[in-house]
């Protein structure tokens, strides 16, 4: 073999290694269509109006990036950006009556006021792999949850998938709501409210 033709073969070789072994991250916009985030409050939730009803509340305004690693995972990175007004009581489970009264509790300033915080942010500082088996990862993500104007940091378990252009991550977690400066509601200074939230979420990103 010629030292040119060598040349060529090894460059050959070391570029197939690059694109098998050595990919450049990859970056994927969040999809606000396909993307939701679902807090459950109980039934004596910090989004009550009135005792004895549970309620659920969506995120309509979810956006952000994602930047994942496919060499290593661990250093992916993760910002997420939800648009606080976005926020939205389904009225599952409840009377229709008192949607309006619950939206406008979780949206003023007894509780997210999002006149002066208008978005919930999350940045991620750490991402621990589990497993990860072809496409599928099972890591637990760490990083900065700022709400009304807090921020605290919080370990979310999550599983994403890559197929083709699209990313998917799905994950629940809690949040303590006086963790932000949120003082839990009271019914007639009677009743005390859960501290606790549950938060799911499906994020779409292409």
Same mark, same amino acid.
């Given at each position: 073999? $010629? ?5 060529? /073969? ?7 290694? $690059?694109? @098998? ?11 606000? %269509? ?14 009550? &109006? ?11 305004? @979810?956006?952000? =990036?994602?930047? @994942?690693?496919? !060499? !290593? ?23 229709? !009556?008192?949607?309006? #009264?619950?939206? %406008? ?9 999002? =006149? ?5 942010? &999350? ?5 621990? /792999?589990?497993?990860? $088996? ?37 994950? +629940?977690?809690? /949040?303590?709501?006086? !963790? &932000?400066?949120? #003082? ?9 409210? #859960?501290?606790?939230?549950? /938060?799911? &979420?499906?994020?779409?990103? +292409?």
């Amino acid at each position: 073999m $010629t030292g040119a033709r060598a040349t060529l /073969v090894a460059g050959a070789a070391v570029a197939v290694a $690059t694109l @098998v072994h050595g990919a450049a991250p990859r970056s994927f916009t969040i999809d606000p %269509a396909q993307s939701t985030a679902t807090i459950a409050v109980g039934k004596a939730g910090v989004f009550s &109006f009135a005792a004895g009803h549970s309620h659920e509340v969506e995120a309509r305004a @979810v956006g952000g =990036r994602v930047t @994942v690693d496919v !060499d !290593d995972p661990a250093r992916s990175t993760v910002r997420i950006v939800i648009e606080a007004a976005g926020l939205h009581v389904t009225g599952r489970g409840e009377s229709a !009556d008192d949607v309006p #009264k619950v939206q %406008a509790t979780m949206a003023g300033a007894q509780v997210l006021d999002v =006149r002066r915080y208008p978005t919930i942010t &999350f940045a991620s500082t750490n991402i621990a /792999v589990k497993t990860q $088996t072809g496409p599928v990862i099972e890591a637990v993500v760490t990083g900065n949850l700022a709400i009304r104007g807090a921020t605290r940091s919080i370990s979310v378990p999550i599983t994403a998938r890559i197929e083709g252009q699209t990313l998917s991550v799905t994950g +629940h977690f809690p /949040v303590r709501q006086t !963790d &932000f400066g949120i #003082k839990p509601v009271s019914v007639g200074g009677v009743v005390s409210v #859960k501290d606790v939230l549950e /938060v799911g &979420f499906r994020i779409v990103g +292409h």
